[in-house]
Structure formats: C-alpha cells, structure tokens
C-alpha cells in the first residue's frame, strides 16, 4: 500500500532521528522517508517524518517554531550540556531558589537572545562538526546565533534534591536553531550556579503537537490494518505557515507545467502557496530573482 503524507512521531529515547527513519523505512516498505530536523538521542517528542510525495517539503518544516518542556539541575555543568556529559564544574547549592527569582532571571532571556553553540552540536566550523573537534579534545571559537524565545513558562517550583543540587522545570516556545541545553546552562549562570538539562522533552514542531503522535508499535499495527494513511497530515497542513493564493483551473495548469507568470497583487511575502478551486496545494512559488513583476515555482507537487 502507497502511503503519503506527515505522520508526527513519537520519537523515543535512545534513537537518532536517523535510527527511526530506518525503522519506518523497514515498517512501511519504503524509502522514501524523511525527517525535518534531528532530535537529540535522549530527547524524546514530537519528530515530523515526512513519507512519500510529502519528502518535497521536509526542507520548509525544518523551518518551523519549536515547543521544549525542559528540565534543569543546578550544581553542575557537563562536557555536552546535558546529562550524559562528563562533569567540568561543581558548586553546592545551599539554599532554595524562589519562584519568584526564577522568573525575573528568565525573565532577560526572552525575545531575541544571542547563543554560543555547545561544542558538542552539528554546527560547522571550518568545514567540520563542532562535535567532531570536541571528540578530539580541540576547543575551537564558535559562532554566536541569533535564536528567539517567543515564550517562556516556569512548570516546577525549584526543589532541593540530593547532595546539594536543586531542580526546576520550564516549558520554552521557540524559534529554529535554539539550543534548549544551552538556554538551561545560561539561566544557571545567571542564578549563580553551575548547570546542566538534565531531561528534555519536544511536545511541538510547528502545528504537530504530542496529541498527534504515533509511537512504532501504533504505526505498526495501523499500517498492517490499512488505517495508517487516514492518520497522516496532508502538504497542506505543513503548509499552512505560508501565505497562500487560489487560483482558477487555466492558471493551475500553468501552474503544474510549472510556468513563470505575473506575480500576484496584495502578496508581500517573497514566498507563498499556490492552491486550486478545490483547495489542494499545487506548488510553492516565489517572487522571480530577476524579473521583476513574476513569479517563478520553488516547488512543484
């Protein structure tokens, strides 16, 4: 059975996002499976895979704003940032933190932030991994980012725990490229403590919420009993991010043919949707490099 569309993965711990495109791929009998963004082996949540003609369109969800339910220990600081680094700093917390101290320390951190990517992340520098040198034991100068907390949210009070440490969690709505593990290292410093995640969760990827997700074994069963594809998002829920036009049947032929034609009036946006009559998504175009007044297809579906 051919299967098309976005299914939001409840993505395990313990899996790279590529160990689970090979285990659908083996699942569904096909190949043409694709993810939209790495999810850190530990971290588990929502996980986008794109199957079918839907692959056209991984690149744009890659795109998408991101929804992070994020635990953080205070009293030390890891090699990775998170949980599974080797120690590097320590310091006892004494004292409980208050909820209120919380919230006015991360409190700075909302809006548009500047962030040193950790060592051990998939950014490259000089053609390599950061990862790569840090396996080496080479610290090289990294980039800062520009990332955007659109919003962030205290979920636990903060608590003591065992041999001087204390814990809190906080939910973060944010933009593409954020590192969670450094945010909770960064609001540590500001509480005076060395810190590291110690748990992470993805709860959204652009539309697609938990509520969404299939686990394997659910994917599985639906797949064998023929009621996967009704579970699948269409191009046009992945879409939907994008301004869009409708256009009639003569200009959708265009469309399909993928011709260059006049660009439409009221768009301001340098990309948009182009649907039909019937409210399916033809192709994404984009406002022509050269010529001015067109428009040329990024996309043909």
């Known amino acids: 059975m051919e299967i098309d569309g976005i299914l939001p993965l409840l993505k395990p711990k313990g899996m790279t996002s590529h160990d689970c495109v090979a285990k659908l791929r083996g699942i569904l009998k096909t190949r043409k499976i694709g993810h939209t963004g790495t999810l850190d082996p530990e971290v588990t949540g929502v996980l986008p895979i794109c ?23 205070l009293g030390f600081s890891t090699t990775t940032e998170d949980f599974t680094g080797e120690i590097i700093e320590e310091k006892p917390v004494k004292e409980l933190i208050s909820k209120q101290q919380l919230n006015e320390v991360m409190a700075a951190f909302s809006g548009e932030i500047e962030q040193i990517p950790p060592m051990y992340s998939a950014v490259k520098v000089n053609g390599k991994r950061l990862y790569e040198y840090a396996r080496a034991g080479i610290v090289v100068e990294r980039p800062s980012r520009r990332v955007v907390i ?3 949210t205290v979920l636990t009070e903060p608590e003591l725990i065992e041999e001087n440490k204390l814990k809190f969690s906080f939910r973060v709505h944010c933009s593409k490229g954020t590192y969670v593990r450094t945010l909770a290292v960064d609001i540590g410093k500001q509480l005076g403590y060395p810190a590291h995640m110690s748990a992470l969760v993805r709860t959204a990827s652009g539309p697609f919420t938990l509520e969404d997700c299939l686990t394997f074994e659910e994917i599985e069963r639906k797949f064998k009993s023929e009621e996967l594809q009704q579970k699948l998002f269409k191009i046009e829920d992945a879409l ?6 409708q256009v009639d049947d003569d200009i959708a032929f265009k469309v399909l043919n993928g011709a260059v034609l006049p660009f439409p009036e009221g768009i301001a946006e340098n990309r948009f949707t182009v ?17 001015d007044g067109l428009m040329k297809p990024e996309k043909v579906f």
């Not at 692959?55 to 969800?61: G, I, N, P, R, S």
């Open 150 to 152: 659109h919003n962030l």
């Open 240 to 245: 939907a991010f994008l301004k869009r036009i």
């Open 51 to 73: 199957i079918g003609k839907a692959t056209k369109v991984a690149q744009y969800m890659s795109d998408y704003s991101k929804t992070y339910e994020c635990e953080v220990t």
């Open 275 to 291: 649907y039909n009559k019937n409210g399916k998504c033809l192709a994404i175009y984009q406002k022509h490099p050269t010529k």
